[in-house]
């Protein structure tokens, strides 16, 4: 069954992709794990820990995982802790190429920071992630909906009943935070 939904993903990627203005970072090694978009930021006010403050409409650099390379990689991993020991690593791994991006990016002096929306959120604080949680019932509903599907292929547990499905949060982290911990490529 999760082969055959990874299959269908991988047909529609491609098509998601193009709706929604995401591209790749480019680097000269391995692609890295995100695809990315420059958004205005809709939600409530946050202040980060190095006193950031993300208001509505500041721009951040949206980062979304390359979902089907992901989990093609993951495939084969049977056991959910070295699988996030992988996406952890994935992920450390294209922070240092999202930093360049920002740093490089023609609206650079505009951009207060990264958002991504996950599931997954051990290990985010090592990387430099703050979570926050997703306050609107009904958005923290779509967002677990819509993830569900990675949710269901990413995990070895063979039934939701074994384990609840968790709530999405947001993750921030701040340009001066980005360029500090990864801008040295």
Known sequence: ?????LSAWSILDPLYYSFTRLQYLKTKEQPTIFRVRLTRYKG???????????????????IHLHNVQLLK?????????????????????????LASYVYQHKDADEIKGIIGITLLNKGCTRLGFEIFTILSPA??????LA?????????????????????????FMSKKSLLEKYGNI
């Open 73 to 97: 990689e993951l495939l084969t991993v049977n056991n959910d802790l070295r699988k996030s020991m992988i996406l952890y690593k994935r992920v450390k791994e294209s922070l240092p190429h």
């Open 139 to 144: 958005y923290n509903r779509f967002k677990q």
């Open 1 to 5: 069954m999760r082969l055959y939904i």
């Open 147 to 171: 993830l569900f599907p990675i949710y269901f292929i990413s995990t070895t547990k063979r039934s939701t009943k074994e384990q609840k499905i968790p709530s999405p949060n947001y993750l």
């Open 44 to 62: 409530r006010e946050v202040v980060l820990s190095d006193g950031t403050m993300i208001k509505k409409n500041d721009v951040l650099v949206k």
